[in-house]
């Protein structure tokens, strides 16, 4: 497979110029990724592999902020062996000894060293795990060098308290070396995290997951993480098998989607290997993605 394009989708919300950064490619088990949604329905919107894989994304998003450069997520990092990354199907070699997030900001026209502040929805390996990088002797250090890290302090300790379950998931590395040098602020709850920005607690992928809220003045996003991975989860029942409390995710996308076609909110998908944002619509029977452009009226093109 190759790695999800392009690289670089750049556009306004309001006051910021936002960036979305593909940081690699993902294939992962069909039946997984929707749960108990029936093979026969999703396969026709997506169909998988001969190993029952379909091609998922690893979209962050970067933010020109006034307080510096707010970055969202930064996909799997370049920590794991060949057999993880075969498993996963991850290609995220962005050459040059660079991962493909890091090829994406230079592509933005920046640095890693030009980012202050990463926000975590949570802490999955593919969510986190670019947050740090192994260095040639050994060491694991931030990604990020001049980044302060956030994520919300319930998920921080469900990361570290994980079963049978949830470890295959879950990697200390990717976000402890931060905490012992001090980079970590843990939030709770809804929080402004920089004026603009905030944390929109959205249970149930894991039960501290949080959506980041874009505030830009004349216009609203949403970073969805994994409550909504792709616009082709925008059905309130399709829902991810990976998700640990199902009915709970119901409630946050019911919550979610009701505001954001209320208001009109920007809605961007971290795992959507083709469409990065759109808006959402209902036909009377389900949500579904609208990818038009608002108009000036606040309409659609």
């Known amino acids: 497979m190759s790695a999800p394009t392009p690289l670089v989708q750049s556009r306004r919300i309001g006051r910021f110029s936002v960036h979305a950064l593909q ?27 001969p190993r029952n894989r379909i091609p998922m994304g690893m979209r962050c998003l970067l933010i020109e902020h006034e307080s510096g450069l707010v970055l969202i997520d ?19 070699d962005g050459g040059g000894q660079r991962t ?40 694991v250090v931030s990604a990020f060098p001049n980044a302060r890290f956030v994520v919300q302090a319930g998920e ?22 931060l905490r ?14 920089v004026k603009g920005i905030r944390s929109l607690v959205t249970p149930g992928h894991v039960p501290f997951h949080q959506s980041i809220l874009i505030d830009g003045g004349s216009e609203m996003a949403c ?25 709970r995710t119901l409630e946050s996308k019911r919550a979610l989607l009701e505001t ?3 208001e009109q909110w920007l809605l961007i998908f971290e795992h959507d290997a083709s469409v990065a944002w759109g808006y959402a619509k209902h036909d009377g029977k389900a949500y579904y993605c609208d990818t038009t452009e608002r108009n000036e009226e606040g309409g659609r093109d």
């Open 23 to 49: 940081a690699g490619g993902q294939m992962l088990d069909g039946g997984a990724m929707f749960g108990v949604v029936p093979k026969p329905l999703w396969e026709r919107k997506i169909p998988s592999d």
């Open 74 to 92: 930064t996909g799997a990092g370049h920590k794991e062996t060949s057999k993880f990354l075969d498993i996963y199907g991850i290609e995220n």
């Open 100 to 139: 493909m997030l890091e090829a994406a900001i230079v592509a933005a026209g920046f640095s890693p060293s030009d980012i202050s502040l990463v926000i975590n929805t949570h802490l999955h390996f593919d969510h986190a795990g670019g947050n740090t990088a192994l260095e040639a002797d050994g060491r």
């Open 156 to 177: 921080r300790h469900y990361a570290m308290h994980t079963n049978e379950r949830t470890a295959a998931s879950y990697f200390p590395r990717n976000w402890e070396p």
């Open 180 to 193: 012992e040098a001090g980079k970590l602020d843990l939030v709770d709850g809804a929080t402004e995290i």
């Open 223 to 247: 970073f969805l993480g994994d409550v909504i991975p792709t616009h082709i989860h925008m059905p309130l029942p399709w829902i991810m098998g990976y998700d640990v409390e199902p009915l």
């Open 260 to 262: 954001a076609l209320a």
